[in-house]
């Protein structure tokens, strides 16, 4: 099984629309208050609908304390030491699912519209390739994670099915989960240049 090479980070990450300077490299131990910090920004009806306490300590330090890249590896834009965005790349290691890893992200409502989503996962879509995975897909809450779905629409992801009604809002509203799938094929190499 391929692993991900990690030697390139810390870089910085090329965002669209100017801005600060962002630099991203893998979660550390040490980033457990930063990452408290950044989830704390996150509105509270976005976090509802992530699928952990993401404001919850033992949570995060769990995830400090427990790192395994070739398992999960979670990149962390950083302006500065301020965390700005978060993302995941979870490998799957059963056989029968260890052609794709799973993507999440989120973004900081201040660094939001700059490009910043997307870079990242442009990022994590490229560790992937180079992993030899043949796909990236995540799952999002329609008409909550609108942003990240048009990101990765634009990267090229596709429809891989919808969850009718999977997921509830404080409200009790029902929302559809989108899986979209992005093809780590011949075309994603050609983007890269």
Request: aromatic share 8%; hydrophobic share 40%; charged share 30%.
């Amino acid at each position: 099984m391929a692993v991900y090479t990690l030697s390139a980070y810390p870089k910085p990450l090329h965002v669209s629309s100017g801005g600060p300077p962002i630099t991203v490299r893998p979660m550390a131990r040490d980033d457990a208050k930063a990452l408290l910090d950044f989830f704390h920004r996150i509105p509270d009806d976005e976090r509802y609908f992530l699928k952990d306490d993401v404001v919850s300590e033992a949570v995060i330090n769990g995830w400090v304390e427990h790192l395994d890249y070739d398992r999960a590896l979670p990149l962390l834009a950083l302006d500065g030491e301020r965390v700005c965005a978060d993302g995941l790349l979870i490998r799957h290691r059963g056989d029968a699912r260890s052609h794709y890893a799973e993507v999440r992200i989120v973004v900081d409502p201040e660094y939001r519209q700059r490009g910043l989503g997307t870079a990242l996962l442009r990022e994590l879509f490229d560790i992937a390739w180079d992993a030899e995975l043949e796909s990236v897909q995540g799952e999002f809450v329609e008409g909550v994670q609108e942003d990240a779905l048009m990101a990765v629409r634009a990267l090229g992801g596709v429809e891989a099915g919808t969850l009718k009604d999977a997921v509830r809002g404080r409200d009790n509203a029902a929302h559809d989960i989108v899986v979209l799938r992005v093809p780590l094929g011949r075309s994603w190499q050609w983007s890269r240049y």
